[in-house]
Structures are given as structure tokens and as C-alpha cells.
């Protein structure tokens, strides 16, 4: 069975940062194109960052172009998203997801095969 887990959420100032953790078990990591994606109160989801198997490409949403950061360790199965200058209108839950084919299947964020529960980032004024 797949799992994905999220950790690293929590509750920060303007301008601070924060990196939140993504750890999948069940699946042989190395073959699973990652994703961020991120659903505020209200709002609808929204694609943050992707990354491909082999950390070689990288794709970011236009409001965290700069901030943001996704990156991925295969030996530790796991995928990072380093978030500085934290604003908060980046309140949202954030969720990892993972699929087993073409990081630019991920951008789309449908049809993703593996989905963790999410991590709550509140950034406040």
C-alpha cells in the first residue's frame, strides 16, 4: 500500500520561511514524478511546484516563482518544498502528490496516483 505523509506545516509570520517534508512508502520512489499543490479556505486547489524523477526538471505556479523551492531526495524517499518570504496569502493547506509517469502529468494535477492528506502553513500579517 502507498502512503504519502506531509509534515513540516505550522504557524509562521510574514517573511519567514518553512520547509514542509513529503515521505512516500510503497512504491519505489525513483519512479514517481512529485507535486505540491495547495487549497486555501474558499479557494480552489492550486498547482505550487513538480519536480521529475530525477530532480532534473522543475516546474513552478506563478505565485511562488522565486519564493519557492521543490526538491527531492530518492535515497531518503522523499520530496522537499523549501518556502521563503512567506506572505499570507500563501495560507492554504499543502498537499504532495505523486504519479508514476511524466512530471508534466503532474502540472495538471488530474488523474495523480498517490495523494498525501495534507499540511496546514498559516502565515499571519
Known amino acids: 500500500q502507498v502512503e504519502v505523509v506531509e509534515s513540516g506545516g505550522g504557524l509562521v509570520q510574514a517573511g519567514a520561511s518553512l520547509t514542509l517534508s513529503c515521505v512516500v512508502s510503497?512504491?519505489?520512489?525513483?519512479?514517481?514524478?512529485m507535486g505540491w499543490f495547495r487549497q486555501a479556505a474558499g479557494k480552489e486547489r492550486e498547482f505550487v511546484a513538480a519536480i521529475s524523477w530525477s530532480g532534473g526538471s522543475t516546474y513552478y505556479g506563478d505565485s511562488v516563482k522565486g519564493r519557492f523551492t521543490i526538491s527531492r531526495d530518492n535515497d531518503k524517499n522523499a520530496s522537499f518544498l523549501q518556502m521563503n518570504n512567506l506572505k499570507p496569502e500563501d495560507t492554504a493547506v499543502y498537499y504532495c502528490?505523486?504519479?508514476?509517469?511524466?512530471?508534466?502529468?503532474?502540472?495538471?494535477?488530474?488523474?495523480?496516483?498517490?495523494w498525501g492528506k495534507g499540511t496546514l502553513v498559516t502565515v499571519s500579517s
Open positions: 502528490a505523486a504519479h508514476a509517469g511524466a512530471v508534466e502529468v503532474v502540472l495538471r494535477a488530474a488523474g495523480l496516483d498517490h
Open positions: 510503497g512504491r519505489t520512489f525513483r519512479d514517481l514524478s
